[in-house]
Nanobody, 121 residues
């Protein structure tokens, strides 16, 4: 397993942008698929985006298509989530996860501690 640390969350106005980072430890990080999930208060954790180990294939939830972009830099052991045109509905704790290959949170054995994103209207 790898250890993951998210950063980049914060408070932003609707329409604004944030870039989240997920830094990983471990020399084999480049072989892991990575995903971002989010959890709003009182709601289940939901899939946001995922990227294959090569960085060549990405997936996005319908709710963020055209607004969020996932990318990775394996040389830096880091995965990013660029979030544009943020909406109040995007307010949640965002988690990165590694080691899975689907949109299900139960497929991922490694998780970060999460970073709070708050979008004000």
């Amino acid at each position: 397993q790898v250890q993951l640390v998210e950063s980049g969350g914060g408070l932003v106005q609707a329409g604004g942008s944030l870039r989240l980072s997920c830094a990983a430890s471990g020399r084999t990080f480049s072989t892991y698929n990575v995903a971002w999930f989010r959890q709003a208060p009182g709601k289940e954790r939901e899939f946001v985006a995922a990227i294959r180990w090569s960085g060549l294939i990405t997936y996005n939830a319908d709710s963020v298509k055209g607004r969020f972009t996932i990318s990775r830099d394996n040389a830096k052991n880091t995965v990013y989530l660029q979030m544009n045109s943020l909406e109040p509905e995007d307010t949640a704790v965002y988690y990165c996860a590694a080691g899975g290959s689907s949109r299900s949170m139960y497929d991922y054995p490694s998780w970060g501690q999460g970073t709070q994103v708050t979008v004000s209207s």
